[in-house]
């Protein structure tokens, strides 16, 4: 029996433009998806004498029932295994660490890492069938098997451009306010009348490009903020907390999470020990 550990890592978006509602019901995006030091951790084991799936779920987080054939894990293991025609018992243990409904796309990363670490396992290089199995699966899958730091994503997420980032990093804060929120009803709700700022989105990139620091307050942006603070006080009230400590933040995805980023380690080291006391998820991160 082989048994390998792999890391599923979290996301923000440090950009996020909603380009307009696709035939197929979803949404075109051009939004920056930068990967964090927040994840969760998949132990997978592979048995030749046996047959099927068996998932166990560690739940560090939020993650109450959630049924074994219903998540992506399992559904990606599943389809995986179907497509290669594989013989195998697969066994995977998922310790889930990235809180759920966070705009982080633990999930997504979780689907992606199980689909990249079978194929690793079993040796399977047609690199495309697996991403399209990711695709279907989720709009944030395709870039967690890009295994790549910072990228463009395009279309509905599916459309990844993997981004050589040269500028200095800054820490990052996260904070979870443990509210759900309905990435279906953000879209449904948001107002369409408005122009892109794809414009700001290219000077963002560029200025990433360049071995310096970047002033992100000038860059940082999420179309469907304004939404989600409508549908819930309780996220805009955790930015404008954020913003009353001295941080720019920003929300990830649809929400609910929001993010903070600085130059100034100890001073995020002295605003997270402080959340630490309202908030049950608080991470003090890093771009990975």
Same mark, same amino acid.
């Given at each position: 029996?082989?048994?390998?550990?792999?890391?599923?890592?979290?996301?923000?978006?440090?950009?996020?433009?909603?380009?307009?509602?696709?035939?197929?019901?979803?949404?075109?995006?051009?939004? !920056?998806?930068?990967?964090?030091?927040?994840?969760?951790?998949?132990?997978?084991?592979?048995?030749?004498?046996?047959?099927?799936? +068996?998932?166990?779920?560690?739940?560090?987080?939020?993650?109450?029932?959630?049924?074994? %054939?219903?998540?992506?894990?399992?559904?990606?293991?599943?389809?995986?295994?179907?497509?290669? &025609?594989?013989?195998?018992?697969?066994?995977?243990?998922?310790?889930?660490?990235?809180? /759920? @409904?966070?705009?982080?796309?633990?999930?997504?990363?979780?689907?992606?890492? %199980? /689909?990249?670490?079978? *194929?690793?396992?079993?040796?399977?290089?047609?690199?495309?069938?697996?991403?399209?199995?990711?695709? +279907?699966?989720?709009?944030?899958?395709?870039?967690?098997?890009?295994?790549?730091?910072?990228?463009?994503?395009?279309?509905?997420?599916?459309?990844? %451009?993997?981004?050589? $980032?040269?500028? =200095?990093?800054? *820490?990052?804060?996260?904070?979870?306010? *443990?509210? +759900?929120?309905? %990435?279906?009803?953000?879209?449904?709700?948001?107002?369409?009348?408005?122009?892109?700022?794809?414009?700001? =989105?290219?000077?963002?990139?560029?200025?990433?490009?360049?071995?310096?620091?970047?002033? =992100?307050?000038?860059?940082?942006?999420?179309?469907?903020?304004?939404? #989600?603070?409508?549908? +819930?006080?309780?996220? @805009?009230?955790?930015?404008?907390?954020?913003?009353?400590?001295? !941080?720019?933040? !920003?929300?990830?995805?649809?929400?609910?999470?929001?993010?903070?980023?600085?130059?100034?380690?100890?001073?995020?080291?002295? $605003?997270?020990?402080? /959340?630490?006391?309202?908030? &049950?998820?608080?991470?003090? #991160?890093?771009?990975?």
């Amino acid at each position: 029996m082989i048994t390998d550990e792999y890391k599923a890592f979290a996301k923000v978006n440090l950009f996020l433009e909603i380009l307009g509602r696709r035939d197929d019901g979803y949404h075109n995006i051009k939004s !920056l998806f930068a990967r964090v030091d927040i994840y969760d951790s998949l132990k997978i084991s592979i048995n030749e004498k046996s047959l099927g799936i +068996s998932l166990e779920v560690i739940n560090k987080s939020n993650a109450f029932n959630i049924a074994n %054939t219903n998540n992506l894990v399992y559904r990606a293991a599943d389809m995986f295994m179907r497509e290669f &025609d594989i013989k195998s018992g697969v066994s995977i243990t998922l310790t889930k660490n990235i809180p /759920l @409904g966070a705009g982080l796309g633990g999930g997504s990363s979780d689907c992606g890492m %199980t /689909l990249a670490a079978l *194929s690793d396992i079993f040796k399977i290089k047609d690199y495309k069938r697996v991403f399209d199995i990711g695709a +279907s699966l989720g709009s944030d899958v395709p870039f967690f098997l890009k295994n790549t730091s910072f990228a463009c994503c395009e279309g509905r997420g599916e459309i990844v %451009t993997p981004l050589d $980032i040269k500028a =200095f990093l800054p *820490s990052v804060l996260v904070v979870f306010p *443990s509210v +759900s929120i309905s %990435t279906k009803e953000v879209y449904q709700s948001m107002d369409h009348q408005y122009t892109p700022k794809t414009d700001l =989105f290219d000077m963002f990139v560029s200025e990433l490009m360049e071995e310096k620091m970047v002033d =992100f307050s000038r860059y940082l942006f999420n179309r469907l903020e304004a939404t #989600t603070f409508n549908i +819930s006080k309780e996220v @805009g009230q955790l930015k404008e907390l954020l913003l009353s400590e001295g !941080l720019f933040s !920003l929300m990830s995805g649809s929400g609910s999470s929001i993010f903070a980023i600085s130059y100034d380690y100890q001073k995020l080291k002295k $605003i997270y020990e402080k /959340l630490l006391e309202s908030f &049950d998820f608080v991470f003090l #991160t890093k771009f990975v």
